[in-house]
């Protein structure tokens, strides 16, 4: 069975700094997805980033980067330049067959002046 | 556009009523889903639609029952639910994942069940 562990159950950073939240996943599978959603504290999950077993660069979007070391089996999220509105819950995700979506436990993230 | 909605936002029930959740999404998603999700814990698949047939039911109480009237829309019809099954229901969609499209979630509904 395809797992992910999040091992870090909350974080603080500091505004202006990056950080880097930590993911690792277990599958036996060649062709995989791996994901990364914030939720504030509203509730919506707001989808973040994806990286594709077969990428070989990084997948990055704006101040997130998605730390890929496939042979570790870690994706890592790395969030530059922290701003007070990323403090939320982060989950990593991991896909399963055609359409489940395994989560993390989560990180939750507070970001301070 | 990736916006999914989701009706109500907030929804409290006695355990012998009847109500429905709905949810809508106009990004031509072929596959629509149900999650539940407890505080401080990850969502939790219920249900999954793919071009309007139901094709994944993790084992979910039948006084869950979901509905995919169409394309864009997806509900989840509810009655005589338990306290237990208070929790955010959240509704995404998803283009399909041999491109590797993520799901789009909506704002979820929190309920309440008394």
């Known amino acids: 069975a395809q797992k992910i562990t999040q091992t870090q159950p909350g974080m603080f950073v500091q505004e202006k700094e990056a950080v880097t939240l930590d993911c690792t996943y277990d599958?036996?599978?060649?062709?995989?997805?791996l994901f990364w959603y914030k939720q504030p504290s509203s509730g919506e999950m707001i989808f973040l980033i994806y990286?594709?077993?077969?990428?070989?660069q990084n997948a990055t979007e704006g101040r997130y980067s998605l730390n890929f070391q496939k042979a570790r089996k870690s994706a890592n999220l790395v969030i530059s330049a922290s701003q007070l509105g990323d403090s939320a819950m982060y989950f990593c995700?991991?896909?399963?067959?055609?359409?489940?979506?395994?989560f993390g436990t989560g990180t939750r993230l507070q970001v301070f002046p | 556009d990736t916006e999914v909605t989701q009706t109500p936002k907030h929804l409290v029930m006695g355990m012998t009523n009847k109500k429905s959740l709905k949810c809508e999404q106009h990004?031509?998603?072929?596959?629509m889903y149900w999650y539940k999700q407890k505080a401080k814990k990850p969502p939790e698949l219920m249900f999954v639609?793919?071009?309007?047939?139901?094709?994944i039911n993790e084992s979910v109480p039948s006084r869950f029952s979901p509905e995919c009237p169409n394309s864009s829309l997806l509900n989840l019809h509810l009655h005589a639910l338990q306290p237990e099954d208070s929790a955010l229901y959240l509704c995404?969609?998803?283009?399909?994942?041999?491109?590797?499209?993520?799901?789009?979630f909506g704002p979820g509904t929190r309920l309440t069940v008394t």
């Open positions: 995404a969609s998803s283009q399909g994942w041999q491109t590797g499209h993520e799901q789009y």
């Open positions: 599958t036996s599978d060649q062709s995989y997805g």
């Open positions: 990286q594709g077993s077969y990428d070989e």
């Open positions: 995700a991991m896909r399963e067959g055609d359409d489940k979506l395994i």
């Open positions: 990004m031509g998603h072929r596959a």
């Open positions: 639609y793919s071009y309007e047939k139901l094709s």
